[in-house]
Nanobody, 121 residues
Framework: QVQPVESGGGLVQAGGSLRLSCAAS????????MGWFRQAPGKEREFVAA????????RYTDSVKGRFTISRDNAKNTLFLQMTSLNAEDTALYYC??????????????WGQGTQVTVSS
């Protein structure tokens, strides 16, 4: 299984915005819902957002609702996470992964390298 490749992270001031991208292989991407996860230093990896296979349903963890938007471009096998109003608690390594159709279970597979988001206060 080909690992997804995340990009778009960086250093941003509190209140700023970033857009993350995830490139995945065609089979993995087009046949599945997709999700974003993050892991902050010293903490467990946590769910952030998920989107259905055709983009008609989304789910977010409470802490990012109204600030983050997940989307996908199936023609380009690419997943996005638009992040606004960033705060220090959003600092983490962000990963993407295929999800179940119910948007609440990560499917088996290797994690990518992730992309680092650092928010300075």
């Amino acid at each position: 299984q080909v690992q997804p490749v995340e990009s778009g992270g960086g250093l941003v001031q509190a209140g700023g915005s970033l857009r993350l991208s995830c490139a995945a292989s065609g089979g993995t991407f087009n046949n599945n819902a997709m999700g974003w996860f993050r892991q902050a230093p010293g903490k467990e990896r946590e769910f952030v957002a998920a989107i259905s296979q055709y983009g008609d349903r989304t789910r977010y963890t409470d802490s990012v609702k109204g600030r983050f938007t997940i989307s996908r471009d199936n023609a380009k096998n690419t997943l996005f996470l638009q992040m606004t109003s960033l705060n220090a608690e959003d600092t983490a390594l962000y990963y993407c992964a295929p999800m179940s159709s119910t948007l609440n279970v990560r499917l088996p597979g290797s994690w990518g390298q992730g992309t680092q988001v650092t928010v300075s206060s």
